[in-house]
């Protein structure tokens, strides 16, 4: 199910894929909001940049993110003064709020028509068990020197017990804003391709790096790795150190007047809220039944009770579009931003925004920009991608290495419960035929789609996504179409297909 965004897009541009073999300053791996962002800021110094995207502009977290623009991610500083430090919190917050500025600025300078607009934004919360640790956010918030305010009264169509207001954050239409970007790209000479998979990036000379796509060769200085998840698994050790979380969003007309300002709240069930301007229509979105990607979920506990929420308060409203994105969680919470490994000097990665990455990827494509240019950024230190501190969440950190052990292990011994016969038609399991799991989906017109479900990243056992009819992994979040054709990195290899509809 595609956004919002995509969904009313009239793209203008379109961009080939490679066809023949480049060679560049800087070869960037990735088309969301922070591999153009690295692109535009570097052509716009000099550098000869290409981009290479698996798929189209924008078109997996970009494109499905509700696009706030904003330093609040959720109730954060005062766990960053306890794990780490005043200073720490206080760099995080103000570079964040650079970040606001910075966006700001590129849409001015290329005049980017993204529907910008400043917006308060909050946390809030309506239980009284959690107005404290609210008051304490405030607390921290300004001891830090943002000037954020306790309200107990904002524009939501529900009572609140209180909330914390960050002003001039801001929200925008994050395709339009894409577009804006490649532009820019564009107009320095600089080329975008589209649909083209890089599959590996090899050392070529100590100055230089060759990066393979299926058919091209593309040879580099630089290399930014700006895809969803890193893909290259040694060196680097991403997949030991993220998981993926998948949240759901709904867009509907409520056929009343909105309220203004950007919402979260603070604790389970996490609802958040902002609204969009489409076609002259204010329409309200409404985020959340987040689970962790591969984990299985059914719709009452995803879509339903966003709709459940929207009723609530709008009985009469039309849901207009509903989709899914899925945000890299790194373990101890703070981005990874820099060398993507000691032993590729040049390569850097941006990853692990959790779910805000409007700001954070603008904060990670100037700290590589700065490193390109050998220039110190002072908030570097913050978001070191070699870190080794002992990782603060704990219990994620056990459920991670849990999961995997089951899904690469246990769980490929385990016997499938199911049998052929059992799987109703528009749904998959997992079944056995001749002491193999073979992933079975069947169509609505009883066609089989059979793919050997074992993922292609690491080879943890594939769940069956129900929802969106698509093969997940538990692991590490890569997933791929009933017909086993890869839709999400880490993985970037389809999966085995069977054709069995001969034989059933
Ligand atoms: Fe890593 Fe599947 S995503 S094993």
Request: contains cysteine; proline residues 3%.
């Amino acid at each position: 199910m595609n956004s919002l965004w995509i969904n009313t897009l009239k793209k203008n541009k379109s961009f080939p894929s490679l066809s023949k073999d480049i060679e560049t300053d800087i070869c960037v791996i990735g088309a969301g909001i922070f591999g153009l962002s690295c692109a535009y800021y570097l052509s716009k110094l000099g550098f000869k940049v290409i981009v290479l995207e698996k798929d189209s502009i924008g078109e997996k977290t970009t494109g499905h993110t509700t696009a706030k623009i904003t330093s609040q991610h959720g109730l954060f500083y005062d766990y960053l003064v306890n794990s780490y430090s005043e200073k720490f919190a206080s760099d995080y917050l103000k570079v964040n709020e650079m970040a606001i500025k910075n966006i700001k600025k590129i849409i001015d300078s290329e005049k980017i028509k993204c529907d910008f607009e400043y917006q308060n934004s909050y946390v809030y919360t309506t239980k009284k068990s959690e107005l404290s640790n609210i008051k304490k956010e405030v607390e921290v918030v300004q001891s830090l020197g943002l000037p954020c305010e306790f309200v107990t009264k904002v524009g939501l169509p529900f009572n609140i017990e209180g909330a914390i207001c960050f002003k001039n954050q801001a929200q925008f239409n994050p395709l339009k804003y894409l577009y804006g970007l490649c532009n820019g790209i564009t107009s320095n000479n600089n080329k975008i391709f589209t649909n083209t998979t890089v599959t590996n990036i090899e050392k070529f000379t100590d100055y230089t790096y060759l990066i393979s796509s299926e058919k091209n060769l593309v040879r580099a200085k630089f290399v930014i790795v700006a895809t969803h998840y890193p893909f290259i698994n040694f060196p680097g050790f991403y997949f030991t150190k993220m998981y993926q979380s998948t949240s759901y969003i709904i867009a509907i007309d409520t056929k009343k007047t909105l309220f203004n300002g950007m919402y979260i709240n603070s604790t389970d069930p996490i609802f958040s809220f902002r609204t969009a301007k489409i076609a002259g229509k204010k329409l309200l979105l409404i985020g959340g039944g987040e689970h962790k990607t591969g984990k299985p979920s059914c719709y009452a506990d995803t879509y339903g009770i966003l709709e459940k929420e929207a009723k609530k308060y709008y009985p009469d409203c039309e849901i207009l579009y509903k989709w899914n994105t899925r945000d890299c969680i790194p373990l101890d919470k703070i981005p990874y931003i820099g060398e993507y490994s000691t032993s590729l000097p040049n390569v850097f990665v941006g990853t692990g925004f959790k779910k805000w990455g409007m700001t954070s990827s603008n904060v990670a494509a100037t700290i590589i920009v700065d490193k390109i240019c050998n220039k110190k950024n002072r908030y570097e230190y913050l978001f070191n991608s070699s870190r080794l501190k002992p990782i603060k969440n704990k219990d994620e950190l056990k459920n991670m290495i849990v999961q995997s052990a089951n899904s690469l292990v246990f769980d490929k011994l385990k016997s499938a419960n199911m049998s052929f016969k059992d799987i109703k038609n528009d749904s998959g399991s997992i079944i056995e035929i001749n002491n193999e799991k073979v992933g079975i989906y069947k169509a609505p017109n009883g066609k089989v789609y059979a793919v050997k479900p074992v993922c292609t990243h690491l080879g943890c056992l594939l769940s069956w996504n129900d929802i969106d009819k698509t093969w997940d992994c538990p692991c590490h979040g890569s997933r791929f179409d009933y017909r086993g054709k890869n839709i999400y990195d880490p993985a970037f290899k389809d999966l085995e297909y069977y054709d069995l509809n001969n034989d059933y």
